[in-house]
Every structure is written in C-alpha cells, then in structure tokens.
C-alpha cells in the first residue's frame, strides 16, 4: 500500500499564524484605503449637491437678523439658523436643523483633529472660532473686511452627514481689484460625513465648503495638502513664481494641483483647521495676464488680504487635491 501524504497539524497551525499576521499588518492599510476613497467620493457629491442648490437662490445675504450693543456683544443673531431654513431648506433637502447652542444634536462633534493632525481643537461654534482673522478690527463690518461674529447653527442631511453653517449676512459681490476676502464670504459649511463617529479628522471626515459673493456666487470645496510642498520637493525654495508653483504641485504628486483664487481664499477662512501654514501670502492658479510678466492673484492666508501681483514675483504655496 503506498502512503498518503499530507500537512500535519503543526505545519497547519504554523501557516493559519502566518496568515493572521500578513493579514493583521495589510488589512488596517487597505481599510484606511477604501475609506478615504468613499469619503473621497462622498465629499464630491456633497459639494455638487450645495452647489446646485446655492446656484438657484436669488442672492447669499441678507437673511437673519444680528445686533449687537454697544460694547459689541450680540444681542440678537437668528442669521445661520435663518439661512437654513429660510433659504437653504427651499433648495436642499434638510433632515434636521439645530440652533446655535444645539449643534451636538445635530450630529456635529465636539473636537476634531487638524488637517496635519497636530492638534485636536474644539469646534467652532462661530465666527471668531472659525478664524479669529476674519473679524480682524481693521476694518468696518459690512465694508471691504471683517464681518459680524455670527454663531453657527447645523442641519443633518438626507446622506446622513453632518454640517455647521457659518453664515455671514452682510456679504457682497466680487470685485476684481484687490481687496480683503473676508466679507466676500457668505456661507462657509464645516462637515462632518459621518456625524460624531470617528476620526473626525480635517481631509478625511471632515472638510469645508465656501460660498463667495452675493451675486453669482462660487461655491468651492478645496481639500489642501496638509504641508506646503517645499517639505517634499526640496530643490524648489520656500517661495516661488507661479509658474514654478504649478510645477511644484504637479511634483508633489499627480492627483494635486494649485488651487485657484476662491479655493486659497476658502484655505483662509479655514485656516485654524488647515493648521501649519505660514502667515503669509499663497499663490492663486488664478491669473489677470499670461506670461512672466503678467499678472495673477494670491492670497494672505493671515490677514485675509487678496492681491494681484506680477507673476515672475515669489510667494508660498500650498497644493490641494484634484
């Protein structure tokens, strides 16, 4: 009779622990893959959907009250919570809408982790959280810079996510001089695509979305880099034109390019969030003439200022994905 041949118990044994541990090392890696590629996906279908619907309202501002006394404490600011239900809500489909001190009902965390994962930071609960810069003093509110410190207020959607409205009622149009983006910003949307469940982290769960301008507006949903490019292309210097800028994005990595001038100017209105930028100024894609020696837009990611300036000059850079 001829003997069969066979694995005995320890070879099994032995090959099964093999498998876990491949297994236990790769799985986490390909999890974190296939999430951030559903967020990715996510995150686009959430932009197109606001964009729509902020595409058929007449105009951004003017919805809401807010007063504030003498001493510039608000006495009265229905203006977020206003928007919602009584613009947002005609065009969007809205599960639940919370007011300013219930924004937890509505899913919205009560931390979240920067973009370059350095800090862990409350959520903002209104303006001056959301950047202190945009009621930066310099200038009168409804004029060409800060605005009034409006609270935020939330809505859940049909989706299932999560989104913090900050909404600026006095905004106004877009100008193609420069000037100061603060209060061309009308509504700036912080989200959260699975409400407080985890990571609740800024490029991954959590992002943003800006509207600019009254009239026509914009609406932009940039995800940034979580550096400046220079830390992973050192042959280019901390400062370059934009012609190198686009380059240098291009370098970093395919699915990255330089953000135009509404994008770099939403990277400003949540800056806090970004975390680790100079307070500078970035350049834009954006530009008013080709060549060298024409010239394109950049944006201060500190103070809020928007600038045209000859393009053969140098300025920061920070890339978002495409």
Known sequence: MKKKKGFTLAEILITLAIIGIVAAITLPSLLVNVNEKAWDAQKKALHARLAQAIGQMNALGGYGTYTEDAEGNATEDTAAESFILDALSKVYKINNVCGPDKL?????????????????INFPTKMSELNSNLLNGNHAPGEDGNIADTKAAAFETVNGESIAVFYNPLCSSDTLTAHFTQNKMCVNF????????????????????????????????????????TSLVPQYSDKTDT??????????????????????????????????????????????????SGMGWNQSLSIGARDRTTRSNTRYVRCIRK
């Open 104 to 120: 937890s009902s509505c899913g919205i965390p009560s931390k979240i982790t920067t973009l370059d994962a350095a800090s862990e």
């Open 190 to 229: 912080v989200y959260d695509l699975n409400g407080s469940e985890g990571p609740n982290q800024v490029g991954k769960d959590v992002g943003f979305i800006t509207a600019f301008y009254n009239r026509n507006p914009v609406v932009v949903a940039p995800v940034p880099y979580s550096t400046d490019y």
């Open 243 to 292: 012609i190198d800028a686009q380059a240098a994005c291009k370098a970093m990595g395919e699915n990255l390019r330089l953000p135009d001038r509404d994008e770099i100017a939403s990277l400003f209105v949540n800056a806090p969030l970004v975390n680790n930028y100079k307070n500078s100024s970035y350049w834009s894609s954006s530009v008013l003439s080709s060549g060298a």
